[in-house]
């Protein structure tokens, strides 16, 4: 049986079967979001192995918008891996890696003015690609509305983390509580911890990152 089957059982906790691939997924997303908590850029190349497998998993459990997200976030890890990497002059902290800032209010209002309309959009067609493409999709999206906000506010805290913006933290705590019920409610327990792990792990970054950006004032 394939790693990558959700129905190839590693251990079972309280009744609750644990695949490799939840396991695996679970221990090294955690360990990416921690790097990210403490500004480390060691996130980035475990991120990378972790949305692979999060790829595998979201499709099997058909949160289709999810899977795609996980693409996404392949892409923009090695975008935030280059640009944390590569500050350009003026933006560089202790470690000449790209340093801690903040949003104008502006624009964190217009993000989410934007998530709301860009979460319809997505839901929409995330409630019928079952029906253009049955081949593919073979069942109906669970949580196309719910799953799709936690794709496109994920998207827009993604940009907001590869530019070290305190702000994706807020989203980020926003968009974990919503997944920690969605995959509870899917049956994927370790999952729906891992994500109120996460939600726990933003509340920390939130506060580290704020403290550092005070560190920079003289």
Known sequence: MSFFDINNVIFNAFGYP???LEFTGT????VSIWFSARANIWSFPIGLVYVVLFFFLAFQVQLYPDMFLQVFFFITNLIGWWRWANPKPGEEDKKKELRVSYLRRSEFIAIFVAGVGGTVA??????RL?????LVFSKPSS??????????????ATFL???????????????DIVACYIYFSR????ISLEFAGFC???AYGLWHWMREHKSYTP
């Open 27 to 30: 221990i090294l997303g955690a």
């Open 143 to 156: 949580f196309p509305y719910l799953d799709s906000w936690v794709t496109v506010m994920s998207i827009f």
């Open 122 to 127: 997505l839901g929409l067609s995330a409630s």
């Open 130 to 134: 079952h029906e253009w493409l049955p």
């Open 187 to 190: 049956g994927l327990i370790l």
């Open 200 to 202: 726990a792990l933003a």
């Open 161 to 175: 983390m590869i530019e070290k913006k305190v702000e994706s933290w807020i989203i980020w705590i926003l968009v």
């Open 18 to 20: 644990v695949s490799y």
